[in-house]
């Protein structure tokens, strides 16, 4: 299809689908049973997505509807009634219809087109600089001196947009120190969705106004638990910034998660149930939990939960995912939610890492690249040596409790980094690839035979879609590892 004629084919699908959006919102507004109107879209979305919507899906989603006890579409009519309309409006637009419904299917045509990996979102570093120095942060050490200048952010939104990519997240250094440029991008993208990891400490009412304005921004803010905990780690003062962030989040109708790193420190505070409800109660819907992971010159390898930490949290997360717990939050576990998104997800799997330099990592905890946004396009970089080497090794172990090839499988990133001539990329303490890994060896072996326990005694589901080389799609027994059966 001629490109102008796939322009304007794309804007009229649009603006039925905003047409769709504003009735939704206006019937919702009014009816006597919300449920009807949400069985309305649903059956939209099944027109529009074609074959890829299963009938058994639709009939899961219809049928959790019409439950008036089930506890996630309670959660998400809630999420609707508190926040801002026009958030919700850009949100069901530009999550809903452009990443989920329109961006999927693109992507998964780009991949088997180029034959490499088309991530679903992509994480880039408007700037390095930080008004805070956490323990244990590679930030630390990277200085101020690299940002993406707003050029560079627009390239990677607007070459990410043309293959299918609608959901951008952005990380640092602190994404605040840059927000007159992000609210420009923000503006001037506003098919999209911008997601910030931010420490809250430069939030304000003029901009959540901003934020308000444009409607396509979410927040994941950082905190470690209890005021002890947390201001351990982040430094004092910043525990009371993230009450500060959440109130204005709240006062204005503004959807925001939060961000946890969970160390051997804070493992038990930050799962704590009443921190859990606490940060719900405040505002909070959902939070992604990252293991510490020892990255950089001043990572601090005792920071690295437990073996029995790590069980523990796999079965307080999935505990407070379950129908037996009722807090208003749902939490996503980086580390340990592999079985979800079939493993390891960088590389471009599902998604990538620009640092403020340009250089294309990865995955954010992956410091090498050998390949820039300076001197290629988006997808240069997802089809270079070391980005190759992820898309042709993934998974890199069948049980997805161990999908890191870093933290679970050291001896995989050693190979990829060396045979591919890929540069470390932290320029203010050089780190070479046997370094890090070193790191992780010891954990590796200590937590491999203990995943392979757990996951050798749960059930499994095989996925209808997997993004991996045919090769691997066909013949499973060619992944890097193998789970215990």
Excluded at 201 to 227: A, Y
Excluded at 321 to 330: D, H, L, Q, T
Aim: aromatic share 10%.
């Amino acid at each position: 299809m001629d490109l102008s004629v796939k322009n304007l084919t794309h804007a009229a699908e649009r603006q039925v689908f905003t047409v769709l959006v504003d009735g939704f919102l206006k019937h919702l507004d009014q009816a006597e049973n919300r449920r009807d109107v949400y069985l309305k879209i649903v059956d939209a979305a099944g027109k529009f997505y074609g074959k890829a919507a299963t009938p058994e899906t639709l009939d899961k989603v219809r049928a959790a509807i019409r439950d008036p006890e089930n506890r996630w579409f309670n959660f998400i009519d809630r999420i609707m009634s508190e926040t801002n309309p026009h958030i919700i409006k850009m949100l069901m637009l530009n999550l809903g219809y452009e990443a989920f419904l329109r961006g999927t299917k693109t992507i998964r045509a780009n991949r088997e087109k180029y034959n490499c990996n088309i991530p679903w979102l992509i994480l880039f570093d408007p700037t390095n600089a930080c008004n805070m120095h956490c323990e244990g942060c590679w930030s630390g050490t990277y200085g101020h001196k690299s940002n993406l200048s707003f050029e560079m952010m627009d390239k990677i939104v607007t070459q990410g947009k043309e293959l299918g990519v609608y959901l951008y997240m952005m990380t640092g250094g602190e994404p605040m120190v840059r927000k007159k440029d992000i609210l420009r991008l923000a503006e001037k993208h506003n098919d999209c969705v911008f997601a910030l990891y931010t420490n809250s400490t430069l939030i304000d009412d003029e901009f959540c106004q901003e934020v308000v304005r444009l409607g396509n921004l979410m927040f994941q803010l950082s905190i470690e638990g209890t005021p002890q905990t947390n201001d351990a780690r982040r430094g004092e003062g910043h525990y009371n910034a993230v009450m500060n962030a959440m109130e204005l989040f709240r006062k204005y109708g503004i959807i925001f998660g939060t961000s946890i790193c969970y160390t051997s420190a804070n493992v038990e505070a930050v799962t704590d149930l009443d921190f859990i409800r606490f940060i719900a109660d405040k505002g909070a819907r959902y939070g992604f939990f990252f293991h510490y992971m020892p990255v950089g010159s001043n990572a601090v390898p005792s920071l690295m939960p437990t073996v029995e930490q790590r069980r523990a949290m796999i079965e307080k997360i999935r505990y407070i995912r379950s129908s037996e717990c009722n807090i208003g939050f749902y939490p996503m576990d980086f580390q340990n939610d592999g079985e979800y998104v079939g493993g390891c997800i960088a590389g471009g799997r599902n998604y990538f890492h620009i640092n403020a330099n340009g250089d294309a990592e990865p995955c954010v905890f992956i410091h090498f690249s050998n390949t820039n946004i300076h001197e290629n396009s988006i997808l240069e970089m997802l089809q270079s040596p070391l980005f190759m080497a992820y898309h042709e090794g993934q998974p890199f172990n069948r049980n997805h409790l161990r999908p890191c090839p870093m933290l679970e499988n050291p001896e995989l990133l050693r190979k990829m980094v060396k045979e591919t001539g890929a540069h470390q990329t932290n320029d203010e303490s050089e780190e070479t690839v046997d370094h890090l890994c070193d790191k992780c060896d010891d954990y590796a072996k200590n937590w491999g035979p203990v995943a392979d326990e757990i996951w050798a005694h749960q059930k499994h589901k095989k996925p209808t879609y997997e993004n991996y080389t045919k090769e691997k799609r066909e013949h499973p027994e060619l992944a890097a590892f193998q789970h215990a059966e």
